[in-house]
């Protein structure tokens, strides 16, 4: 069964670094999201991206955020300068359409840790 | 926005029992209420969903209801067994919106 793969699986890095966090979404999928999830907390949407851009963004997803697709295959969310509350767990989704006929498939996650 | 809101936080039941996950939901535009299981370590796997044009779906012991008048929305599962435990997350969208709106999970146990 077709899958979304996430790496790395965790990352620590220090405050103010630059992280960057991969997902290879479903191969014929069109929409690609990332959500976030503090531990022991709900999972929020942080962006979703369609035809090379972004189509929807939270008020997470300030500056400090960026995504890209820079090859077809991959699809990276990059945090610029990293803060202690960046530190959550990062999924990324892919979906074959979008709204309520896009079943959303989410990968495993990426554990960022920032000190 | 959306806002969702689920309860309980925490469910235990014994194996058997029925278990049931209450959502409610503000933005009277979404139509697409997707229920994920999350095992630990693991991302959301959607389980079940509906959509605004039914008022209830069923798959084997899953079952979710909607009532789009009160903006509310369930989820069923029967003859619960230990590999049911996990934290199950309701959701809501809107038509041709990338965004899903998540509930704060629900930490279902069942007892063997």
């Known amino acids: 069964e077709p899958e979304v793969t996430q790496t790395p699986s965790h990352q620590v890095t220090q405050m103010g670094q630059e992280v960057i966090l991969r997902c290879v979404p479903i191969?014929?999928?069109?929409?690609f999201y990332w959500y976030r999830q503090i531990l022991g907390q709900k999972v929020e949407f942080l962006v979703s991206?369609?035809?090379?851009?972004?189509?929807?963004k939270s008020e997470i997803f300030d500056d400090q955020f960026s995504v890209e697709r820079p090859d077809g295959s991959n699809f990276t969310l990059k945090i610029r300068s990293t803060k202690l509350e960046d530190s959550a767990m990062y999924f990324c989704?892919?979906?074959?359409?979008?709204?309520?006929?896009?079943?959303?498939?989410f990968g495993e996650g990426s554990r960022l840790t920032v000190l | 926005g959306e806002n969702v809101e689920q309860h309980p936080s925490t469910l235990s039941v014994q194996e058997g029992d029925s278990a049931v996950i209450k959502c409610t939901y503000s933005?009277?535009?979404?139509?697409?209420f997707p229920w994920y299981k999350q095992e630990l370590g693991k991302g959301p796997q959607l389980i079940i969903d509906i959509r605004s044009n039914v008022g209830e779906k069923k798959d084997q012991r899953i079952a979710v209801t909607l009532n789009k008048t009160a903006k509310h929305f369930s989820l069923h599962i029967t003859e619960t067994q230990p590999e049911d435990s996990a934290v199950y997350f309701c959701a809501a969208s809107r038509a041709n919106a990338g965004k899903s709106t998540f509930g704060d999970g629900t930490t279902l146990t069942v007892k063997p």
């Open positions: 191969s014929n999928h069109l929409y």
């Open positions: 991206f369609y035809n090379n851009e972004i189509s929807e």
């Open positions: 989704a892919s979906s074959l359409e979008q709204g309520n006929t896009g079943e959303l498939f």
């Open positions: 933005d009277s535009a979404s139509n697409y």
